[in-house]
Each structure stands twice: as structure tokens, then as C-alpha cells.
């Protein structure tokens, strides 16, 4: 398998910004770390291992890059609105840095598919449902879509601006609507096992429903956990059988 590390300095979160991208040719996946983690971190629990067929087929191309939850939301003695701004810089970074890096990588007609474990559930579906001109659709395993379970009780615009479960039902605005609806991969994957909230997958769902936008809701058995094991065997399985 091609395995290739660069970085470079982000204008956005003002910082150097690495990135960990995996085989040739493909859709291109955009991973993103669940909590504190880093760019390696799918790595080092296996899941490219773990995606390694499709990867090296041809299938899929993979792009993995750091977190700011430890400058922003899981940073303890940062005020709320602080946090905010962080996770704001974060988005842009993806936005205006990350998304044109893969398009070099790839090609402009290429489809970018975020998709994030736990907190970066949260994380990939907001990335996409916010910019859905550029990013053409989502796999979220084990999310929660609420941002307030992680801010802590800090309430503001900009929590609910980053919050899906909170701004899509009063979404209006048919660029953006129109745009979510084109998509035929918005997948909310979840387990029901220790310490998975598959009634968080099953809400969010509605919401999307309510709105007219196409999704797949699969919910697991009990023996999947939150944790490794159960998102080694989702996603290949994703990628397999949707791509």
C-alpha cells in the first residue's frame, strides 16, 4: 500500500497541519479522529489494515487528518466562546486547505466522503452538511449529533451553528438543501452495545427525513461496542458494499 506523510503550515488554525494519505486511485475518504486523537490514528488501530483491500484495488483513497479537540472542545480551561473559534478555524482549514489538497491529489471530479468514529461522527457529518458543494457525502459511525454533549453547558450561536441535530430542522436556505439532497452516501452507522447511543443515530435520521434528504440508517447488533473492533468491521463493509 502507497503510504504518504505530509504537512504543511495552515494559515487557518496557525499551525503546522499534518496529514496521513493512504493508495492511488479511488473516492477519496476524509478521516477524521475521533476525541483527542491524531492523523494517525486510524492507523494505528488498524482500520487501514483493515481497509487495505480496497485501498490497494483501487477503490478508495484515503486521506487522514489531525483533530483540534484538544485546543477547542476538550480543552478544559479554554472559555466556551474560545472553543468555538477554534472549531471554527478547524472547518476552515478543511474547507479552504484540506478539501483543495485532495482535489490536487485526486482530481476535481473525484468524490470526497468524510467519515469520522465518535466524535468524529459529529465532526464529519457537520463538515459535510455545511459545505456540500465541495464534499459529496458522509459515513458517521457512532455519533452523536448534538454539540452540547460536548460544550460542556457553554450555549452560543456558534455551538448551535456546529450542532447538526440543532440547526438542520430549521434549515431553509435551498443551496445548501438542494445540494445535501444530490447526495446518494449519507450513511449513519451506529452499534448497540456498551456505551453506543443508537437513539442518537435513529434522531438525527429523522431530522434528515423530515427534510427530504436520503440516508441510510443501520443500526448494529449488541455486540457492538464504542469502540475498535465494531468500526474495523463498518467501514470496509461500507466501502465493499455502498462504493
Known sequence: MKREL??????????????????????ALLLIPTA????LEYERFQLIDALAPHINSGK?????????????????????????IRHNQFNEYVFNEVIPFIKNSTSDETPTITCGASFG????????????????????????YDLHEYSKGHDDEQVYYNSPM???PNLTDDFYLNN???????????????????????NFAGVLYNKGINYELDIWGNDMKHDWPTWRKMLPYYIESRF
Open 36 to 39: 483527542a486523537a491524531d492523523y
Open 166 to 168: 440543532n440547526y438542520m
Open 180 to 202: 445535501i439532497r444530490k447526495s446518494n452516501h449519507i450513511h449513519i452507522l451506529s452499534g448497540s452495545g456498551d456505551f453506543e447511543d443508537p437513539q442518537a443515530a435513529t
Open 60 to 84: 478508495v483513497k484515503v486521506f487522514s487528518i489531525n483533530s483540534m479537540n484538544n485546543e477547542s472542545w476538550m480543552n478544559n480551561n479554554m472559555l466556551g466562546e474560545h472553543k468555538a
Open 121 to 144: 461522527a459529529l465532526h464529519s457529518m457537520n463538515l459535510f452538511l455545511k459545505r456540500p458543494d465541495i464534499i459529496n457525502g458522509v459515513i458517521a459511525m457512532s455519533g452523536v
Open 6 to 27: 505530509t504537512s504543511w503550515y495552515s494559515p487557518a488554525v496557525n499551525k503546522d497541519m499534518p496529514i496521513a494519505t493512504y493508495g492511488d486511485y479511488g473516492f
